[in-house]
């Protein structure tokens, strides 16, 4: 009795054993496609492995799952009901690996949100630098502006400090926001006038808004002193459109420096009144401060060197 015993759990356990998982792999790429060539190329394997794979699966359960009729394979009854478990397992097994991978992937990813005009005007463009500088890190650039949180997936924001932020957000000063207006070059000498000193903007020059920063005009007045007489106006619905509007000659727009110093460069705008500082300024806002070596700190280094 005690000898039966062992025999059968022996016998038990041994019914339970799972097959190889190779061979899973290509018996189902056989069944689903009933063609062990076909089959092959889908696995880049050979149609021999193929056909040892599942030759070495029958042996195994001592099943056969085909039948091979005039060098064409059919699925047998046992075939089938096997086919259908090892289709369902296999894409289990897929969708726990991919939402690991996308899960380790998420853990190292670091999403940095930056205001629209800044982002497009400034920051993509000098972000060949820095990914050739920091391959290893791998952040990804949003187009956010104003109140965030960062229970929304948010792990760093660049933002102008012209809104309230939550006291506990830790905010690293990257520039001050230095404004100027600017027009196309052929056009400065009808609409501008006058030097860093002593600014002067002509009556009849179209003058152009923007939705975003209705008051970007009369901070810039403010901060030189010079008035702004009664002129054509065109409003925008981004900053973005308003500096392209310039590009394009439609009036003088209120330019950040930062957000049009590869115009200045390339010659597309000018700004012979210059730039002053508005009173505001961009940070780097985070949920805690950046710690030695990481990446929000080799991010910041960079931000502060390009700035």
């Keep these: 009795m005690f000898t039966d015993d062992i025999g059968d759990d022996y016998s038990h356990k041994a019914d339970r054993r799972l097959p190889s998982l190779q061979a899973l792999r290509c018996f189902e790429a056989a069944a689903r496609l009933e063609n062990f060539s076909q089959a092959a190329e889908a696995l880049h394997l050979t149609h021999g492995a193929i056909s040892r794979a599942v030759r070495l699966l029958e042996d195994d359960l001592g099943v056969a799952l085909f039948q091979r009729r005039n060098r ?12 259908g478990a090892a289709s369902e397992g296999l894409a289990v097994i897929r969708q726990a690996t991919a939402e690991l991978r996308a899960g380790a992937r998420r853990s190292t990813r670091r999403v940095l949100s930056c205001e629209p005009t800044l982002l497009m005007r400034w920051l993509i ?17 949003v187009a956010g502006g104003g109140p965030f949180s960062f229970d ?11 809104f309230p932020w939550p006291p506990h957000y830790h905010a690293e000063h990257l520039f001050e926001e230095r404004t100027g207006p600017v027009c196309r070059p052929d056009r400065a000498g009808d609409w501008l006038a006058g030097a860093h000193a002593s600014p002067a903007l002509q009556a009849h020059a179209p003058r152009l808004h923007t939705r975003t920063r209705p008051s970007a005009w009369d901070a810039w007045a403010a901060a030189t002193g010079c008035a702004l007489p009664p002129a054509p106006e065109q409003q925008f619905e981004h900053f973005y459109f308003s500096l392209q509007a310039a590009v394009a000659g439609l009036g003088v727009a209120i330019g950040p420096w930062h957000l049009v110093r590869d115009d200045l460069d390339s010659g597309l705008l000018t700004a012979p009144l210059g730039f002053v500082e508005d009173g505001t300024r961009y940070c780097l806002l985070s949920p805690a401060p950046p710690s030695d070596g990481s990446p929000e700190a080799k991010l910041l280094a960079w931000l502060r060197e390009i700035a």
Excluded: N
């Excluded at 929304?152 to 012209?162: F, K, N, P, S, Y």
């Design 72 to 83: 064409r394979v059919f699925l047998t009854d046992a075939g089938r009901r096997l086919a």
């Design 125 to 141: 463009p000098r972000w060949p630098d820095f990914t050739a500088r920091h391959p290893q890190l791998d952040f990804h650039l």
């Design 152 to 162: 929304d997936g948010v792990d760093l924001a660049i933002r102008r400090a012209d």
